[in-house]
């Protein structure tokens, strides 16, 4: 038989071709594979970093910081930042107006290492500010009889602290009652003393002792509770007691006692406001400081060079005594026994309806913040990224 070499053969191109097939075939299921590999993780990561924000979000929220938040202007914002073990989260809060407050979280995936971190998404709530429901009806608030003597003043006509002017602008700024009293025929004055407002007296009979203790949904117990638990019991404060604002390492110092606060914004106390509680009667001497809320068991006696800016609620009588005392807020003075009080000297309680709603919004233990009842959270990721 007669071979014709001139022929040539099939196999080894079907081989290579099939080879080729085969390899085109394993490198896209491992591309595929991969790429299910990629988006698996990516959309885990994308999750993750949503949660981190969520988590972000919910910590500032359960931790609501209004000493260290206070201090924010309408329209300003600040952020923190902390660290997680799978992530970093951020959250910006913006102050739309004192009571509304916007949160911009976003969260970043820091695990997988250089491959597959960095995933971000941001997310923003919308949240509002709930408080004690504290909203003293006059510049003095009392029963029994009061004498205004001296050059003494009280006077219902709104006062905004000069330098508080950025922080009160979203705050409503009525004049209101001088004094307001369950008798008013029991309020005088002698020498230059003045009631003054809108109108400079009015009369309740309905001023009780519940009027003293009860507010909204908190009441006096929980309130003095709660001064304790920020330990800030006035009952170890002895005769040396002028207040004013204490610092280290140029940082606001919370632990000492006569620390209430600074009345200028913008020093390390400035937006410090204490609850502070005296479980007996209390007599501040001259000089000092002080802002926040002053819960007095007992009687109170000022005695000259005191500036308070915020609320003063007293189950005993309400006195002063000497020059200087500026009371800016408001003051409650059950005088349960009805002795006869007076405000005397250059001493002046000025409504301030600003440091009022301050006092209650900046401390912790009695406002929180809690996202708004509908549309409060949204996705923001495409938006910022």
Known sequence: MRIDYRRRGFALPAVIGALVIIGILVTAGFYMARQEVRIGVASKHANMAVNIAQAGANEVMANWNGYQLGNIPVWGDTTLVDTLSNGIWSVRISNANNYIYFLTATGKVTEGGA?????????????????????????????????????????????????????????????????????????????????LGNPPYNQDSTIVDSTFTNFGDMDWTQLTTLAAAEGKNLSALG????????????????????????????????????????PGDLTVQSGGMGQGMLLVEGNLDLRGGFLFYGIIIVQGNFETQGNGNRIIGAVMASNGLLDDQSITGGSEVSYSRCTVQRAILNNASLSRVRPTAERSWVDLSSAVN
Not at 123 to 149: E, M
Not at 156 to 182: E, H, M, S
């Open 239 to 278: 005769g040396n007691n002028n207040t004013g604002p204490a610092l280290v390492g140029g940082r606001c110092d919370e632990t000492v006692l006569t620390n209430w606060g600074d009345t200028l914004p913008s020093n390390p106390c400035g937006a410090y406001f204490p609850l502070l509680y005296a």
């Open 115 to 195: 491959l597959w971190a960095g995933a971000s998404r941001t997310i923003g709530i919308a949240t509002k500010i709930l408080f004690a429901n504290i909203d003293p009806p006059a510049a003095l608030t009392t029963r029994g009889s009061t004498v205004v003597k001296g050059n003494a003043a009280i006077d219902g006509t709104d006062n905004t602290p000069a330098a508080w002017g950025p922080y009160c602008t979203a705050i409503p700024q009525p004049d209101t009652v001088g004094v307001l009293t369950n008798d008013t025929s029991l309020i005088g004055t002698s020498g230059k003393g003045q009631v």
